[in-house]
C-alpha cells in the first residue's frame, strides 16, 4: 500500500550511516541500484564513500516505492535539469513527486513533497567553517549584520541556521549556486520563525 503526501506536506527521511554497518545487508542494497550507479559505485577509491553511495541511492529508490509502488525500486529512472539537479522521468509518475538529497557524514536526508519544488540541507555542527570571513563571503549584508548580533556562544548555531536554509533554498530553486548568494536574505529576529526576502533582479516570491 502506497504511503499518501498531502500538497502541502514534507515528508522527511533520515539515515543514520554510522548504525548500518551489517555487511549482508549492505550487499543486498545493490540489487537496487541501476547498471550505471554500480558502475559508478565501485570507481570510488575509499570504502565510506561507496557505503554512502550504496546507502543514498537504495534509499531514494526504496522510499520512492513507497509513494508510487507501481514502480519498483531497480526501476527508477531519473534525469537532470540544466544545472544539474536530478528529478524523477515524469513518464514514471502518477502524481508529480519531488525530492531531494543532502548529506553529511553519518547522516543522509531526503525531502519528498507532492507538487513543490524542495530542496533540504544537512550540515555537521562539527564541521569547522562557521568563521567570520566565510559568513561575509557567504551571507548577505543583512544577515551577516544580523550574525554578528547574536551572542558569541551562539554564533556557530546561527551561522549554520543561515548557512542550511540558504542552501536549502537554492537546491530548491533547481539552480544551485548560479543564484548569487547576496541576491536573497534570511532573518530569524522573530522568534521561531524564519523570513525571506530579495534582492533585484531575483524576484522570488516570499
Same mark, same amino acid.
Given at each position: 500500500?502506497?504511503?499518501?503526501?498531502?500538497?502541502?506536506?514534507?515528508?522527511?527521511?533520515?539515515?543514520?550511516?554510522?548504525?548500518?554497518?551489517?555487511?549482508?545487508?549492505?550487499? !543486498?542494497?545493490?540489487?537496487?541500484?541501476?547498471?550505471? /550507479? %554500480? +558502475? @559508478?559505485? =565501485?570507481?570510488?577509491?575509499? *570504502?565510506?564513500?561507496?557505503?554512502?553511495?550504496?546507502?543514498?541511492?537504495?534509499?531514494?529508490?526504496?522510499?520512492?516505492?513507497?509513494?508510487?509502488?507501481?514502480?519498483?525500486?531497480?526501476?527508477?529512472?531519473?534525469?537532470?535539469?540544466?544545472?544539474g539537479?536530478?528529478?524523477?522521468?515524469?513518464?514514471?509518475l502518477?502524481f508529480?513527486?519531488?525530492?531531494?538529497?543532502s548529506?553529511?557524514?553519518?547522516?543522509?536526508?531526503?525531502?519528498?513533497?507532492?507538487?513543490?519544488?524542495?530542496?533540504?540541507?544537512?550540515? !555537521?555542527?562539527?564541521?569547522?567553517?562557521?568563521t567570520? /570571513? %566565510? +559568513? @561575509?563571503? =557567504?551571507?548577505?549584508?543583512? *544577515?551577516?549584520?544580523?550574525?554578528?548580533?547574536?551572542?558569541?556562544?551562539?554564533?556557530?548555531?546561527?551561522?549554520?541556521?543561515?548557512?542550511?536554509?540558504?542552501?536549502?533554498?537554492?537546491?530548491a530553486?533547481g539552480?544551485?549556486?548560479?543564484?548569487?548568494?547576496?541576491?536573497?536574505?534570511?532573518?530569524?529576529?522573530?522568534?521561531?520563525?524564519?523570513?525571506?526576502?530579495?534582492?533585484e533582479?531575483r524576484?522570488?516570491?516570499?
Open positions: 500500500m502506497s504511503i499518501e503526501i498531502s500538497t502541502n506536506s514534507i515528508h522527511l527521511w533520515f539515515v543514520p550511516t554510522d548504525q548500518l554497518n551489517n555487511t549482508k545487508l549492505l550487499t !543486498s542494497y545493490k540489487q537496487f541500484l541501476s547498471n550505471a /550507479e %554500480l +558502475a @559508478k559505485h =565501485a570507481r570510488f577509491v575509499f *570504502e565510506k564513500d561507496r557505503k554512502q553511495y550504496l546507502i543514498t541511492r537504495t534509499l531514494v529508490r526504496s522510499v520512492l516505492s513507497k509513494y508510487i509502488d507501481q514502480v519498483s525500486p531497480r526501476d527508477w529512472e531519473f534525469i537532470l535539469n540544466d544545472y539537479k536530478p528529478e524523477v522521468a515524469s513518464e514514471l502518477s508529480p513527486l519531488k525530492f531531494n538529497l548529506h553529511t557524514p553519518n547522516m543522509i536526508v531526503l525531502a519528498i513533497t507532492n507538487g513543490y519544488e524542495i530542496g533540504v540541507d544537512v550540515e !555537521s555542527l562539527e564541521r569547522d567553517i562557521a567570520d /570571513e %566565510l +559568513a @561575509k563571503y =557567504a551571507f548577505s549584508d543583512s *544577515e551577516y549584520k544580523e550574525l554578528k548580533q547574536v551572542p558569541f556562544e551562539l554564533f556557530k548555531e546561527r551561522f549554520f541556521d543561515f548557512w542550511t536554509f540558504k542552501e536549502a533554498y537554492i537546491k530553486c539552480m544551485g549556486l548560479s543564484i548569487p548568494l547576496e541576491s536573497f536574505s534570511l532573518s530569524f529576529s522573530a522568534p521561531k520563525k524564519v523570513s525571506i526576502s530579495f534582492e533582479p524576484n522570488d516570491d516570499p
